[in-house]
């Protein structure tokens, strides 16, 4: 399954950017190239599904694909062949529920979440027939929400817990068969040990990576539903962190360092003064910010005209490669200027 996700990368890239540009991807690199490929080629869903991966196995996973004839290799950069793509296809049919999968928006909701909800469920059958157990999330923090959580009276107990048996049953009816093993299946009760998720893989005749990705797929397609209704799952709602207030909390840290600035400078040579940093890393936050922020003052860097020119001249070359679409516009559009333009390019114009 790992030449297959790496394969779904780099058709995601289109050839345009290197096997390793996946391979960070899939790794989960938080570095200023990485996240604006993800975002430029939309495969930021991709973020960190693999980040077990090593980069010593690269090689032989592109080996495997080109062998297979789905993938071609031109230098650095490596091209999905037709056959490729149509297996990228199949496999996206075969495993639907990579669809609900968006590991970049709720990849940091995923463990504390799963932690407080199997604590929670533990706490309270075991608290139902009055029998000691031994916690199976083993965080101070955790255990501590759950204890102040977990109401003293136990008829305050015996509503919540059926209210969370009746919102999980709800929305694991929306899951495959397969998924809802998956994910009950690692859940304790008196009497019960959760299993594993290699027990489960096994079990169910799955490989491990296949039975990670059902539970990602159900812990996002279930976060989608919460923030949806709020109110119709409120207890499984409850269990959800507090958002970041930053308006910029998608973006690095050290990008967030930047945005703080903006206040009172705006020219990158003085944001740089400011940061004592390169200007070139000034300019990869500033793209950073504008991705995930639509009220990014973009006009203080790319006029609307400009931004316009560039977008439609990437539209035309049907290509994402900044070098090309410099070569086609004006010598004086700089990189950055494409850049900042290309986080636009599937928004509204500001």
């Not at 204890?147 to 929305?171: F, H, I, S, V």
Request: with cysteine.
């Amino acid at each position: 399954m790992k030449t297959d996700l790496l394969l779904l990368a780099c058709v995601k890239f289109k050839g345009e950017r290197s096997v390793y540009g996946a391979y960070h991807l899939l790794q989960g690199k938080r570095s200023a190239q990485t996240i604006q490929d993800g975002a430029f080629f939309s495969a930021l869903p991709l973020f960190g599904l693999l980040r077990s991966l090593k980069r010593e196995e690269v090689p032989a996973l592109v080996g495997e694909l080109e062998n297979l004839g789905y993938l071609k290799r031109e230098a650095e950069l490596v091209y999905p062949t037709e056959a490729g793509i149509r297996h990228v296809q199949r496999f996206l049919k075969q495993h639907s529920y990579i669809a609900d999968i968006d590991n970049w928006v709720f990849g940091k909701r995923s463990r504390p979440f799963w932690q407080r909800l199997t604590l929670v469920v533990q706490t309270l059958s075991h608290l139902a027939v009055k029998k000691s157990f031994v916690p199976v999330v083993q965080e101070y923090e955790i255990q501590q929400w759950v204890k102040r959580y977990t109401p003293k009276n136990t008829n305050a107990r015996k509503q919540l817990r059926t209210q969370l048996y009746e919102e999980c049953r709800a929305l694991l009816l929306e899951v495959s068969e397969q998924q809802a093993l998956v994910f009950v299946g690692q859940l304790s009760r008196p009497g019960r040990v959760g299993l594993t998720i290699d027990q489960l893989a096994e079990r169910l005749g799955l490989v491990k990576i296949e039975a990670e990705l059902m539970q990602l797929a159900t812990l996002h397609r279930i976060f989608r539903q919460l923030d949806a209704n709020p109110k119709r799952f409120r207890v499984l709602a409850s269990f959800l962190e507090k958002p970041d207030g930053d308006e910029h909390a998608t973006a690095t840290a050290s990008a967030r360092k930047t945005a703080q600035l903006l206040t009172r400078a705006k020219a990158v040579d003085e944001l740089a003064r400011l940061r004592q940093l390169k200007t070139a890393t000034i300019e990869d936050h500033l793209v950073e910010l504008a991705l995930f922020n639509l009220d990014f003052p973009i006009r203080d860097y790319l006029s609307l005209e400009m931004e316009q020119e560039i977008l439609a001249r990437s539209k035309e070359l049907n290509t994402l490669k900044l070098k090309t679409i410099r070569e086609a516009l004006d010598s004086q559009v700089s990189y950055f200027m494409i850049r900042l333009a290309l986080t636009r390019k599937d928004r509204s114009l500001c």
